[in-house]
């Protein structure tokens, strides 16, 4: 019940066109879930999150689609571009009411934008 | 402002020795939190600190151990190495509290066990 499924594994977009990362989950407690970007030899950095309140959130050319009923949500890549090129994890938690932070992460998926 | 920082940045370590990764949360952040990334896989979440003590623990052997300080820093001890202990470990800091869901990584220590 602690796992997020994350598809595909990896990804191959030409430059300028939409990328989507797909993820679902079993556990209805999580309420927080976030997209962190990978580049090699680098920590996660955070990219955009959403609560499960909202059904969509956007943030420049990063979109999440969320859909409560079905315990799923996606990332879309819009415009994507080489420099996005990177690997991607989907994560949720449940500690939003209580300040523990637990972050449980997909497997990943690695997109490469060609130009 | 500088973010989350670790040290060191790579550690080469044979079977059965002992090793201690440190972190210094981004300013402003009490809270810190390990996760293990082996090759080509997600995170995996070791442990919380917050208040100097330990809140919560990923299902990792008592091996793992950590530590914070009173200036929020945080160490993490592992004994008697293992060849599968191989992976890149990062620190993430956060500020305690309700609302306050936002995690940020270091660049981790890449260690690997021979």
């Known amino acids: 019940q602690q796992q997020v499924k994350q598809s595909p594994q990896s990804l191959i977009v030409q430059k300028g066109g939409i990328s989507i990362i797909n993820c679902a989950y079993e556990?209805?407690?999580?309420?927080?879930f976030p997209w962190y970007q990978q580049f090699p030899g680098k920590g996660p950095a955070l990219l955009i999150a959403?609560?499960?309140?909202?059904s969509e959130k956007k943030e420049g050319r990063f979109t999440i689609s969320f859909n409560k009923s079905a315990k799923q949500f996606s990332l879309h890549i819009m415009d994507s571009q080489p420099g996005d090129s990177a690997t991607y994890f989907c994560?949720?938690?449940?500690?939003?009411?209580?300040?523990?932070?637990?972050?449980?992460f997909g497997t990943g998926t690695r997109l490469l934008v060609s130009p | 402002d500088a973010g989350v920082t670790q040290s060191p940045t790579h550690l080469i370590k044979t079977r059965g020795q002992q090793v201690t990764l440190r972190c210094s949360p981004k300013?402003?952040?009490?809270?810190v939190s390990w996760y293990q990334q082996a090759l080509g896989q997600g995170p995996q979440f070791i442990f919380q600190?917050?208040?100097?003590?330990e809140r919560q623990r990923g299902n990792f052997p008592d091996r793992f151990s950590g530590h914070q300080f009173p200036n929020y820093s945080s160490e993490l001890n592992v004994n008697a190495l293992l060849l599968g202990d191989s992976a890149l470990y990062l620190c993430?800091?956060?500020?305690w509290g309700r609302g306050n869901e936002k995690l940020f990584f270091g660049s981790g220590t890449q260690l690997s066990v021979l």
């Open positions: 993430a800091s956060s500020k």
């Open positions: 300013s402003g952040h009490d809270t």
């Open positions: 600190y917050y208040e100097e003590e």
């Open positions: 556990n209805t407690a999580f309420d927080y």
């Open positions: 959403i609560r499960p309140d909202v």
């Open positions: 994560a949720a938690s449940m500690g939003m009411n209580t300040g523990f932070q637990k972050l449980v």
